[in-house]
């Protein structure tokens, strides 16, 4: 406390700001910093498992950006990943605003019943999720066939995550379902701060709940929504848990990899360190590309 | 597989459980920071006509309907975490466990390992969310606070290095750690957990500081406070709710996390939660796996992160009622 | 670097958590201690909880005993995450465990980057000729031996007696009629399942489809002047793969992308529901036969309830073992499971390792991995495993079995996903020859490692 407190009463003095953020640089530093500068360097070697037990890197330099950006497979894998990206960022931002929206519209018993499930759900261990997902959609003895079935349909024996689309379907699925309840749960937050007062003025001067809506309700969740969409488009663009958990559960992985498993099937599958890397590299840059749009816009409004 | 959200790509749901942005924890979403009570959950609107109670009952119903739609996945978990495999291997699903027992709950617990990996997890989780508000705070007062040269580099620095994807990044990791002489320590995981929570903290929190106008803290100086009374009793009380929303995502990333965990961890002793749920999940290549027990580890792991969310309510609502400035 | 670190650690402690307690390194020892063996503290990794407790408190009163004042501390490593753990730890000479067990599969790739000691000269002394052949040959690179066989496992058929009798066909005696039999079962499907089985098997269960490309003389790869070359275009390989493609045509209804995960659930009775005309259908049974490890039988059975709790209780009039029989007769050269184990070679206690490898290969420790159902490196334990049905079928099946290549890069080639995809497009219906020709030419430059 004493600290914080003397950092302030000196926060004219130029050299406080780069005090305050020393801890977090050199923590930053040290457990990113190394990291990152290994995969930049070992991106520009041929590097397997012999070169890990000691024998020394031979440098390719740019060789495996080169043999990466001419495997059209690549491209497959990164046009996949930027349409799944896209739809599951939309989706789930799209549902948890209109989940927030009710939130704010039903009253407090039905309210407090939703965000207790949401927060239930968001507390779920990932593994179990995967795992009860996983037996939900199962070819044999899932519940969703079982009931499908029941309600008069012919779903015995089939299997969800065989065809890529449908796989997709199942992925969209999990992760719209985990990442719904912080969404939702921000962006009623966001809400609750937009005053009473504003929107019954304007109610009074006859804007319908439309224009109130576009018009007062959505500038004022604007910071909050414009952090959520950037978050969720640098997770569903890494996504990797979900979709390699459902891949060992079936689908052809050539077939359903996005480029998290795809780094992981050249790493660690396939003890290609030095391809591993360069793709880390190139998604490095290829997510900064993506959501530079937002970065910026969100550095303007931060100056 | 992980869950670090900036480092970890694979962070699954972890990664995507990250708390609110700005303002309170969403348990209690319906009071604002400056800690007057909002909407109450009523649409103003709808209180100013004739009420639409069809309506409202519609919604209601609705709200209802979603509610079960997310609260199932939770239910089959504890529901099968009652069951004995043989039943979880049926073809026809038991949708109430009638003829469940604690039996699994029995077995993992004096298995092997939970309470070492219990005490583990809560001193690496407790560990980071401590030192991720303290380094994240600073930062945050730093850049909202400040104008100073690196500024927009740090912001921006902060912003990239969470994009870095982590699925390659395992050997780095150990070497890092293993040069620190840190492996299997506490100290040694949570060195990269924080790295990869803090900068979204940072972020979450500059918005929260950047939030208390600084002429309530001048003043109250004016009204003759010093100006670390006029800190504390002024703006700390209203980061309360920042600070536990950072707190409440830190929390969740360091407890579910387990790559980073896996290859930092890999001695019996210093197991945390997720991995020991995954000694059930792969016990064994000649053993097949006890999907009961499966569940009720994880029931086990989701517990305390409910009654972490509990806590934090009540010190949040504490924190609120003393220090609520009508802004 | 000094000024980050201190921060870090500075502010951990200030923070006072007394959490460091629990993170010891078992295997950390001061430098210079290895010169003097007899008083350290070796680790010993086991994979997965195959070796079962006994052996594991044997191996620790057996090593103190032999090197007083030292002791052995065994760790546990899932399966599912070994190759990481071994990637990141045996290269650390810090932090690597002393002796490490590995999946056989596994073994090639890591003795071929030099992760292992040469022990070469103590071949003949922990077992010689006797030791199993395959897995000697997996740890071996050059003529040197690195690691050695641990225990085996082999797979063999489960099948339903009961539905077999109803379909008319009895136990076949060479692969010709095993896969003529499991189609007949499959078309009578005396009970009229749906997605009925003759016999089932996963599109991506490719360690038990190979067995039909060993039976046929295939293999995977071979090693063509020091290069490793793939071989699912080998005549023989074809041979095997049209019979497989027959059997996932007219005998399995298995998924396209099923691997080898619990098959026996589709051979049990679970339960029985109730049909619209009042009868019922024992929903589970979805094959007539599966392929799987001997452990398997534990598994397999009626549903009974002991003690109030239900378990699987085997039931010789409704199941039955045999073993994949050979092209003429025999038993057919099934995948052998199992894992080798080997030292360190960044291990500071190479003496007490040593020491611990006498104790895994003596007569004493054979003999116990047989009792418990694991096969034992040395042939002359073999007895050991017992005389049931399900020892016999694995020492008949295990007599013949066969590995992966022992090619450097043959862990890459399961990490890359090839063989599951490759079987998956053979099981629905794809062009054999064609796509044997492109997955040999996405195969073969993963065969010789990386670097």
């Known amino acids: 406390m004493t600290m914080r407190t003397q950092t302030v009463r000196h926060r004219r003095r130029p050299r406080t700001p780069y005090l305050l953020i020393t801890p977090a640089v050199a923590i930053l530093a040290l457990s990113m910093g190394y990291p990152l500068v290994w995969q930049l360097v070992t991106s520009t070697q041929r590097f397997g498992l012999a070169q890990q037990f000691g024998k020394a890197p031979e440098s390719v330099g740019l060789g495996n950006y080169v043999t990466l950006f001419t495997d059209s497979y690549l491209w497959t894998v990164v046009a996949r990943s930027i349409a799944f990206c896209l739809v599951n960022a939309g989706v789930t931002v799209l549902i948890g605003v209109l989940l927030a929206l009710l939130m704010k519209a039903i009253g407090t018993v039905p309210r407090l019943i939703l965000q207790v499930s949401m927060l239930l759900a968001w507390s779920m261990p990932v593994v179990a999720a995967m795992t009860v997902w996983r037996w939900l959609f199962d070819w044999n003895r899932g519940v969703v066939n079982w009931v499908l079935t029941w309600g008069g349909l012919d779903f015995i024996g089939h299997n969800w995550l065989q065809a890529p689309l449908s796989f997709f379907f199942v992925a969209t699925t999990v992760i719209v379902w985990m990442s719904v309840p912080f969404v939702a749960l921000s962006v009623y937050a966001g809400l609750t701060q937009v005053p009473d007062d504003v929107l019954e003025a304007a109610q009074i001067d006859g804007a319908n709940g439309w224009q109130r809506f576009w018009g007062i309700v959505v500038p004022m969740v604007r910071p909050v929504l414009m952090i959520v969409l950037l978050l969720q488009i640098i997770w569903d663009l890494r996504v990797f848990a979900q979709i390699k958990l459902l891949q060992d559960a079936g689908s052809t992985p050539s077939e359903t990899n996005l480029l998290g498993t795809y780094i992981f099937q050249l790493g660690t599958g396939s003890q290609d360190f030095g391809m591993a890397s360069a793709v880390s590299v190139f998604v490095l840059v290829l997510t900064i590309a993506l959501s530079w749009f937002y970065v910026r816009t969100l550095l303007k409004e931060d100056a | ?327 | ?451």
Not at chain 3, 339 to 345: L, R
């Open chain 2, 1 to 327: 597989m992980s869950d670090l959200a900036p480092a970890r790509p694979g962070s699954a749901g972890a990664t995507r459980s990250a708390p609110p942005v700005r303002t309170a924890l969403p348990v209690r979403p319906a009071t604002r920071p400056d800690g007057t009570a909002a909407g109450r959950g009523t649409a103003p609107a709808a209180r100013r006509r004739p009420v639409r109670r069809a309506g409202r009952a519609l919604l209601s119903l609705a709200a209802i309907v979603v509610s079960l739609l997310w609260l199932f996945p939770v239910y089959w978990m504890v529901s099968s975490s009652l069951l004995p495999n043989v039943l979880l291997q049926s073809t026809r699903p038991t949708f109430v466990p009638v003829d469940g027992s604690l039996d699994n709950y029995r077995a993992v617990l004096t298995g092997s390992g939970f309470p070492g990996a219990l005490r583990m997890s809560l001193a690496v989780t407790l560990l980071t969310v401590l030192v991720v508000l303290m380094f994240a705070f600073l930062a945050a007062l730093a850049i909202s606070r400040f104008r100073f040269r690196g500024r927009k580099s740090f912001v921006l620095a902060v912003l990239l290095v969470q994009m870095l994807p982590a699925e390659g990044l395992f050997i780095a990791q150990y070497k890092l750690i293993g040069s620190l002489n840190l492996l299997n320590s506490v100290l040694g995981v949570t060195i990269i957990y924080v790295g990869a929570v803090v900068p979204f903290t940072v972020w979450m929190l500059r918005g929260f500081v950047a939030g208390v106008p600084i002429e309530l803290e001048e003043a109250a100086m004016v009204d003759g406070l010093s100006r670390t009374q006029a800190f504390l009793r002024i703006t700390f009380p209203l980061l309360a709710p920042g600070l536990v929303a950072s707190g409440v995502y830190a929390f969740l990333q360091a407890w579910n996390e387990f790559t980073v965990a896996l290859v930092i961890l890999q001695s019996d002793g210093a197991k945390t939660l997720p991995i020991w749920l995954r000694s059930f999940l792969q016990a064994s290549a000649s053993r097949e796996t006890d999907w009961g027990q499966v569940m009720a580890s994880s029931t086990l792991i989701a517990v305390p992160v409910i009654i972490f969310f509990l806590v934090v309510q009540g010190r949040m609502t504490s924190g609120l009622m003393s220090g609520a400035v009508k802004g």
């Open chain 3, 1 to 451: 670097m000094t000024i980050l670190r201190s921060a870090a650690v500075g502010a951990a402690l200030a923070l006072t958590l007394g959490a460091c307690s629990s993170g010891t390194t078992s295997s950390e020892t001061p430098a210079g201690e290895s010169s003097a063996p007899e008083s350290a503290s070796i680790t010993l990794w086991l994979a997965g909880g195959d070796t079962p407790d006994a052996l594991r408190e044997y191996l620790t009163t057996e090593f103190e005993n032999e090197n007083p004042g030292s002791t052995l501390v065994i760790e546990q490593q899932d399966w599912g995450d070994l190759v990481t753990k071994l990637t990141t730890a045996l290269p650390d000479a810090n932090n690597t465990p002393d002796v490490v067990e590995l999946g056989n599969t596994q073994s090639p790739t890591f003795t071929n980057v030099g992760a292992f000691l040469d022990i070469s000269d103590m071949y003949d002394e922990l077992g010689g000729d006797k030791l199993l052949p395959s897995f000697v040959e997996a740890g071996a690179v050059d003529g040197a031996n690195y690691t050695l066989p641990y225990y085996f496992g082999s797979r063999y058929m489960f099948y339903r007696a009961d539905v077999w009798a109803e379909a008319g066909v009895s136990v076949p005696t060479t692969l010709a009629e095993f896969n003529e039999a499991v189609v007949t079962i499959a078309e009578a499907n005396p009970r009229d399942i749906a997605n009925f089985s003759g016999f089932f098997l996963g599109g991506q269960d490719w360690r038990n489809a190979i067995s039909w490309i060993f039976a046929n003389g295939g293999d995977l790869a071979t090693k063509v002047d020091g290069q490793w070359v793939s071989t699912l275009s080998d005549p023989s390989s074809i041979e095997g793969l049209t019979q497989l493609q027959e059997i996932w045509a007219k005998a399995s209804n298995a998924p396209a992308d099923a691997k080898d995960q619990s098959p026996w659930l589709y051979i049990n009775d679970t339960d029985s529901a109730t049909n619209e005309d009042s009868s019922t259908t024992d929903t589970s049974l979805a094959a007539a036969t599966i392929m799987a490890p001997g452990w398997a039988h534990w598994s397999i059975g009626d549903l009974e309830v002991v003690d109030d709790k239900p378990v699987r209780t085997w039931n010789d009039e409704t199941f039955g073992t045999f073993v994949l029989p050979g092209v003429d007769g025999g038993a057919a050269p099934v995948f052998a499971g199992g894992s080798n184990i080997g030292i360190s070679a960044t291990s500071q206690h190479p003496e007490l390792a040593t020491s611990l490898m006498r104790i895994v290969f003596s007569p004493e420790y054979q003999q116990m991995l047989g009792e418990n159902g694991l096969g034992p490196a040395n042939s002359d334990y073999m007895s050991s495993l017992g005389d049931d049905q399900f020892a016999t079928a694995l020492i008949e099946s295990a007599s013949n079995s066969q590995l992966t290549p022992a090619a450097p890069g043959w862990a890459a080639v399961e990490g890359s996903g090839l063989l599951e995809e490759f079987f998956s497009k053979v099981s629905q219906g794809g062009d054999i020859t064609a796509l044997a020709a492109e997955y040999d030419e996405k195969i073969t430059p993963l065969l010789n490692g990386v670097g």
